[in-house]
């Protein structure tokens, strides 16, 4: 369900812009752009592209409403007056990109608000790849007073001992990256540690 509600989200403007383009040439680019649009944001959507959702769907929202725009101003330089039933479609135009906008930026707003809290710990897919003969035997996630991360147990399939299986990983020193580029603007830190017992990698928020 989630999924067919992402793609109609993406390809909602490109439908919008169906129902007010007025010349083929215009409108054929302009369709080709907002398709192209939205093929990378239903790639984000399905984890085809590594990049946040969240700043991906603002993005989106906010670009393509301009480009509508710049579609509907080229075509009236090179057109005549548009017919009067093309104004009604046009306002609806406008009020469905505004609320489809809207929408978004108070669901990105919540989404902000909601991570300053740190009750949330970072994804699996934020947990570093793991070489061949390394295998995980679990993951989970934990919190403290520090905020919550997700952690895993690896092991070696070819006699590795824990500190080799930590230079294989190349994870001697935790490393950090950016999360998001606008709305999540944490840090994703990830590194590895020995218990004593097995080796232990992690995700987590930094500071």
Known sequence: MLTVLGILFAVAPTVVW?????????????????????GLLISVQQGWIDAPRPDAHLVFTALAPLLIACGAGLEGRHEDSPPP??????????????TQFALTLAAGLLYTLMISEGSDAPPSKA?????????MVDEGTSCGSGGCWRAATVT?????????????????????RSSGWLLDWRDVCIGARDNGENVI???GWGH
Request: charged share 20%.
């Open 201 to 203: 990698i992690y995700a």
């Open 18 to 38: 169906g129902t007010i383009a007025r010349t083929r040439s215009v409108g054929f680019a302009i369709d080709g752009a907002l398709l192209t649009g939205a």
């Open 127 to 135: 947990l570093p790849s793991l070489p061949p003969g390394i295998t």
């Open 85 to 98: 039933e093309w104004i009604p479609r046009r306002n609806k135009a406008i009020g469905f990109l505004g």
């Open 156 to 176: 070696s399939e070819n006699g590795l001992s824990r500190p080799e299986i930590i230079r294989e990983l190349g994870l001697q020193q935790e490393s950090c």
